[in-house]
């Protein structure tokens, strides 16, 4: 995100809050949302691969260790 977002807004009157809340969030709310997807899909596909080496099962369960096949 380009500084002068952060200057801009700063020189046109408002507060350093006002500024992260009403610019520079808004404008990085793409980013933010990517990294959010990202970091889940990756949780899942580490759980799932547990779940396939523990139990060689495709579902997910609440309660693991009922489902475990040692």
Same mark, same amino acid.
Do not use: C, W
């Given at each position: 995100?380009?500084? @002068? &977002? &952060?200057?801009? #807004?700063?020189?046109?009157?408002? @507060?350093?809050?006002?500024?992260?809340? /009403?610019?520079?969030?808004?404008?990085?709310? #793409? *980013?933010?949302?990517?990294?959010?997807?990202?970091?889940?899909?990756?949780?899942?596909?580490?759980?799932?691969?547990?779940?396939?080496?523990? *139990? $060689?099962?495709? /579902?997910?369960?609440? $309660?693991? @260790?009922?489902?475990?096949?040692?």
């Amino acid at each position: 995100m380009p500084k @002068s &977002y &952060y200057s801009g #807004s700063l020189s046109l009157g408002a @507060s350093h809050d006002e500024t992260i809340t /009403r610019v520079m969030i808004p404008a990085a709310r #793409s *980013g933010i949302f990517a990294g959010i997807i990202l970091g889940i899909g990756r949780a899942i596909g580490e759980t799932m691969a547990v779940i396939l080496v523990a *139990g $060689n099962q495709t /579902r997910l369960t609440l $309660n693991l @260790s009922r489902e475990l096949e040692l």
